[in-house]
């Protein structure tokens, strides 16, 4: 794991601050953290070696615009991701205008922010630390009411079909739920759907992520303190569990949880009892337990690094929730319902995905699943340009068995943004050549120029090719940057 990647967390928000370092920290980054604009520029002055920034955009005095605006005032690129809870589509542009490498609303889910922080970190000599799971950097949320029970994502699948159907037969039972599945796959959705289709669905919808902090840490958050237990513990604090009581608990990326907390855990699944840290008297709570992982955790029972006793007590009902490479027939359904939700979020944006991007879709891999799918869909939706992403889902691959939606006959022709028209079937050899030869430069050149926050000088040294020449191929490849006034105002 990298330990030498330094990432700069500007927020004028104590909480999300230490949140944010902590979880960063975890992952192995290495993390600087400023509480203003002001303070975030002396920091980059005296520290130039920052390979990232994450930023707040609203902040007394010197807020994330101006940051922007005086960082590109400086030599060097470094990726900027902005984080805020503002929602307008204008805002969004403004900053990607001045040199935002992404944007995240707030709330947001730690996996979403591993995926754009890592793409905005991209090297090739560099293997950056992966964050694991989904935490919400955002307060104790909510009830989810009954009626949010009804916004589930769409599906047409038989796999996606099944899962639903078991969360319908056991959501309204108070027997724990194991969801199994990949990284983005959605078992978050998933858990949310249960707490909403379930009796308890007006009481708390707690979440939480065991591999996100430290044993001591974890167990003050789901145990909570007395006054006094540990430095630092100045007041009472009640844990999760109690916040929880009468609804439903997510324990997210169970099997990382320490060995020893497990025990607890277990205790309070068979007695609905616990002690808080320091406390001499038990606290009852009656509260649904749904658990997540994406291990193995019959080979971590076989390493000694998870209980026996407490994966029997949590299996009690498995739910398996597929990869997106194995149920492809769901893009076109979840690309609609990802384009209206961000639509609503940013008061416009792009209306419909270009065929050309929903045809690369159904080509994809998906290795970070939904999660993937539905941050590439948020982007197209704000910036309105396909060719940041074909950009990212790389080389042109067969489609699979799974036809794009709506498709009659044989799969149709892949080919990229701004491009001409697919090719006759008796089109000359020669020119069938120049074309493929085309859409493969403009790949590499889409890939380069991301790698390199769209700073031209170093794309053409990345491929070995002159800034002159480097600026005839955008053109002749009908390249457009992402960051263009014109092209944002469409």
Same mark, same amino acid.
């Given at each position: 794991?990298?330990?030498?990647?330094t990432?700069?967390?500007?927020?004028?928000?104590?909480?999300?601050?230490?949140?944010? %370092?902590e979880?960063?920290t975890?992952?192995?980054y290495?993390?600087r953290?400023?509480?203003?604009?002001?303070?975030a520029?002396?920091?980059?002055q005296?520290?130039p070696?920052v390979?990232?920034?994450?930023?707040?955009?609203?902040?007394p005095?010197v807020?994330?615009?101006e940051v922007?605006r005086?960082?590109r005032?400086?030599p060097?690129?470094?990726?900027? +991701?902005?984080?805020?809870?503002l929602?307008d589509?204008?805002?969004?542009?403004?900053a990607m205008?001045?040199?935002?490498?992404?944007?995240?609303?707030?709330?947001?889910d730690?996996?979403?922010?591993?995926?754009?922080l890592?793409?905005a970190?991209?090297?090739?000599?560099?293997r950056?630390?992966?964050i694991?799971?989904?935490?919400?950097?955002?307060?104790?949320?909510?009830?989810?009411g +009954?009626g949010?029970?009804?916004a589930l994502?769409?599906t047409?699948?038989t796999a996606?079909?099944?899962?639903?159907d078991?969360?319908?037969?056991?959501?309204d039972?108070?027997?724990?739920?194991?969801?199994? *599945?990949?990284?983005g796959?959605?078992?978050d959705?998933?858990?949310r759907?249960?707490?909403? %289709?379930?009796?308890?669905?007006?009481?708390n919808?707690v979440k939480?992520?065991?591999?996100?902090l430290?044993?001591?840490?974890?167990?003050?958050?789901? #145990?909570?303190?007395?006054?006094g237990?540990?430095?630092g513990?100045?007041a009472e604090?009640?844990?999760?569990?109690?916040?929880?009581?009468?609804g439903?608990i997510?324990?997210?990326e169970?099997g990382e949880?320490?060995?020893?907390?497990q025990?607890?855990?277990?205790?309070?699944?068979?007695d609905?009892?616990?002690?808080?840290? *320091?406390?001499?008297?038990p606290?009852r709570?009656?509260?649904r337990?749904?658990?997540?992982?994406?291990?193995?955790?019959?080979?971590?029972?076989?390493?000694?690094?998870f209980?026996e006793d407490l994966?029997?007590?949590l299996n009690?009902?498995?739910?398996?929730?597929?990869p997106?490479?194995?149920h492809?027939?769901?893009?076109?359904p979840?690309v609609?319902? #990802?384009?209206e939700?961000?639509?609503a979020?940013?008061?416009?944006?792009l209306?419909q995905?270009?065929?050309?991007v929903m045809?690369?879709?159904?080509?994809?891999?998906?290795?970070?699943n939904?999660?993937e799918?539905?941050?590439?869909?948020?982007r197209?939706?704000?910036l309105?340009?396909?060719?940041?992403?074909?950009?990212?889902?790389?080389?042109?691959?067969?489609l699979?068995?799974?036809?794009?939606e709506?498709?009659?006959?044989p799969?149709?022709?892949?080919k990229?943004?701004?491009?001409h028209?697919?090719?006759p079937e008796d089109a000359p050899?020669?020119?069938?050549?120049?074309?493929?030869?085309?859409?493969?430069e403009?790949?590499a050149?889409?890939?380069?120029?991301?790698?390199?926050?769209w700073?031209?000088?170093?794309?053409?040294?990345?491929l070995?090719?002159?800034y002159?020449a480097?600026?005839?191929k955008?053109?002749?490849?009908q390249?457009?940057?992402?960051?263009?006034?014109?092209?944002l105002?469409?």
């Open positions: 794991m990298d330990r030498n990647c990432v700069l967390v500007v927020d004028d928000d104590d909480d999300v601050r230490t949140s944010l %370092s979880f960063l975890s992952g192995g290495r993390v953290s400023a509480a203003g604009g002001a303070e520029l002396e920091l980059l005296s520290e070696a390979d990232g920034v994450l930023l707040d955009l609203v902040m005095r807020d994330g615009f922007l005086r960082m005032e400086r060097g690129q470094v990726p900027v +991701v902005v984080l805020s809870a929602s589509a204008e805002d969004v542009v403004k205008k001045l040199g935002a490498s992404d944007y995240l609303p707030k709330p947001f730690i996996g979403e922010l591993d995926l754009v890592r793409r970190l991209e090297r090739p000599e560099r950056l630390p992966t694991t799971g989904s935490v919400q950097i955002a307060p104790v949320e909510p009830p989810i +009954v949010e029970a009804s994502p769409p047409l699948s996606m079909q099944r899962v639903w078991l969360v319908r037969r056991t959501a039972t108070d027997v724990p739920l194991l969801l199994i *599945g990949e990284s796959v959605g078992k959705v998933v858990a759907h249960i707490h909403a %289709s379930s009796h308890r669905a007006t009481k919808f939480i992520n065991c591999a996100a430290p044993g001591e840490l974890l167990e003050s958050e789901l #145990f909570g303190h007395e006054k237990a540990f430095t513990a100045h604090k009640p844990g999760k569990f109690e916040i929880a009581h009468m439903t997510f324990l997210d169970i949880m320490d060995f020893r907390l025990a607890k855990l277990l205790q309070v699944l068979q609905e009892e616990f002690y808080r840290v *320091g406390g001499k008297r606290v709570v009656d509260a337990v749904v658990v997540a992982t994406n291990r193995n955790l019959e080979s971590a029972i076989a390493s000694g690094t209980r994966f029997y007590r009690v009902v498995t739910i398996l929730v597929p997106l490479r194995e492809k027939e769901d893009i076109g979840l609609r319902f #990802f384009v939700k961000y639509r979020r940013y008061k416009g944006g209306e995905i270009p065929p050309e045809e690369r879709f159904h080509t994809h891999d998906w290795p970070g939904v999660r799918l539905e941050n590439l869909v948020r197209l939706v704000v309105r340009d396909p060719a940041m992403v074909l950009g990212e889902l790389g080389p042109v691959r067969a699979s068995s799974v036809p794009v709506g498709a009659a006959g799969p149709p022709t892949v990229p943004a701004g491009l028209a697919a090719l050899l020669k020119e069938v050549g120049r074309r493929a030869a085309q859409v493969a403009r790949e050149i889409l890939r380069a120029l991301m790698r390199t926050g700073n031209k000088r170093k794309a053409a040294l990345r070995q090719i002159s002159k480097l600026l005839y955008i053109k002749d490849c390249i457009i940057d992402p960051r263009n006034a014109a092209m105002k469409d």
